[in-house]
């Protein structure tokens, strides 16, 4: 079926430094498109959406891009902190409203 | 503390017995979804309500898994006769749904179900 994944399991970056984590999708009929972040014993916490109709978009310190030719979301965290340390999901929801979960990527940061 | 609260909070159980878990939402929300997470892996779907309303369950749910929103607030998750498989963590959100935007989960901490 349908799925949304990560190029990579794991990322490990230095405090203070930019963190861009990557996801390919493959359903090209979803809505919309959104990152998790899942710190260890917590549910996922939202961080940033998409709408399908855009390409970029701009949070606090995160910003998302999406490239829907290459099915390609990713997410960029300026000035990563050790309170980013967590692991990230992509999401995606197609018209049914149903957020499909992918598999994560776990950021390290390092002091 | 408003947000969506889960509970029992750990839950071990013997292989052929059931297990409940309860999800209370937001208060004002009016979907709720219940996702399965095991180690390393993204959650994955198993069903969700509008209100009182189940819309869809996940083909991957065996007849084992059934889930209630009988006033449209709080929810159950039962699982019958457990299997070692079905360890996981049990994650509720919750979230309003406009119609126009599919708006953001809210996720408990979770239900983590081991069956020995």
């Known amino acids: 079926g349908e799925s949304v994944g990560l190029h990579l399991p794991t990322l490990s970056v230095q405090e203070g430094d930019n963190s861009i984590i990557n996801c390919a999708y493959s359903?090209?009929?979803?809505?919309?498109f959104i990152w998790y972040k899942q710190e260890s014993g917590k549910g996922p916490q939202f961080i940033i959406d998409i709408r399908s109709n855009m390409d970029k978009r701009q949070g606090q310190r995160v910003t998302v891009l999406l490239n829907k030719t290459v099915k390609h979301l990713s997410l960029q965290i300026a000035a990563t902190q050790p309170g980013d340390s967590a692991v990230y999901f992509c999401?995606?929801?197609?018209?049914?409203?149903?957020?499909?979960f992918g598999a994560g990527t776990r950021l390290f940061v390092k002091a | 503390d408003t947000g969506v609260s889960q509970n029992p909070r750990h839950k071990i159980t013997k292989r052929g017995q059931n297990v409940t878990f309860r999800c209370d939402p937001i208060?004002?929300?009016?979907?709720l979804y219940w996702y399965r997470q095991t180690l390393g892996q993204g959650p994955e779907f198993l069903t969700y309500?509008?209100?009182?309303?189940?819309?869809?369950k996940s083909r991957l749910l065996s007849d084992r898994f059934s889930a209630e929103r009988p006033k449209g607030s709080f929810s159950t998750l039962e699982i019958q006769r457990t299997e070692q498989g079905d360890s996981a963590m049990y994650l509720c959100a919750s979230s309003i749904f406009s119609g126009g935007s599919p708006g953001e989960l809210f996720f408990g901490e979770g239900s983590r179900l081991t069956v020995l």
């Open positions: 999401a995606e929801i197609p018209k049914s409203f149903k957020t499909i």
């Open positions: 208060s004002e929300h009016n979907r």
């Open positions: 359903n090209s009929a979803s809505d919309y």
């Open positions: 309500f509008q209100n009182e309303a189940q819309l869809e």
